[in-house]
Structure formats: C-alpha cells, structure tokens
C-alpha cells in the first residue's frame, strides 16, 4: 500500500483546499453576505476541476476512493454552479436550501476523508 501512502501525501493539498472553501462557504452562509457568493462559486467550482484534473494526472491506487472523490468533485461543481446562478440572476437567496447544501457537502467531505483515513490505518 505504499503506492496509496504516496499518493495521499501527493493529494493532501488538494483535500486541504476542499476543507478550506467549504468553510469559506459556509462563513458566507452563516453571515448572509450575498456579494461573497460569486468567490464562492468561483472557488467551489475551481477545487472541483483540479480535483478532476488531479485525478485524470494521478488516479488513486484505490479505486473505491478514486470513485468517491470524482463524487466529491462533482458536488462541489453542482454547489458551485447553484451558487453562480443566484449571484449573477440577483435572485433572492434562500439561505436555509444553500445551509442545508452545504450541509450534504460537509458531510460527503466528511465521508471521504474517513474512507482515506481508514485506507492510510491499513497501509501503515
């Protein structure tokens, strides 16, 4: 599993990248300040492409974490992509639905980061 070691500590970047624009989204959630939606959205949907970009670079050696992180990439692209339409369509915004998508993105964060803890505790 020293193939999986390498490329954890390859990717932590990246997983360090996810964690901090999920907080900054959910500051933006918690304070209601609609003009950080659009660096939000810009954020969320970059973190998602060089998740994708990373991957297609350097696939997990294990495929089912390969698979839940391509799932990860993709939500944060969808959130993303919600976020940059209420911004640039001036819609009213409906903070508990954008609260409760953030929500679904901690925990699928959450999800992952404990798959590749229990996958890092096997290949010690």
Not at 62 to 72: A, E, H
Not at 81 to 107: C, F, T
């Amino acid at each position: 599993m020293a193939a999986y070691r390498e490329w954890e500590i390859e990717f932590s970047q990246t997983m360090t990248t996810l964690v901090t624009v999920l907080d900054g989204c959910q500051r933006t959630c918690d304070t209601r300040h609609v003009p950080a939606l659009v660096a939000d959205s810009d954020q969320l949907l970059a973190v998602a492409r060089d998740v994708e970009e990373g991957l297609a670079a350097r696939p997990c050696p294990i495929p089912s974490v390969d698979r839940r992180l391509t799932g990860l990439a993709r939500a944060y692209h969808l959130h993303g992509s919600s976020l940059e339409l209420l911004a640039k369509n001036g819609a009213k915004v409906d903070w508990p639905a954008v609260g409760d998508q953030l929500h679904v993105l901690h925990q699928l964060l959450a999800q992952t980061v404990t798959m590749m803890q229990e996958h890092s505790l096997r290949s010690d």
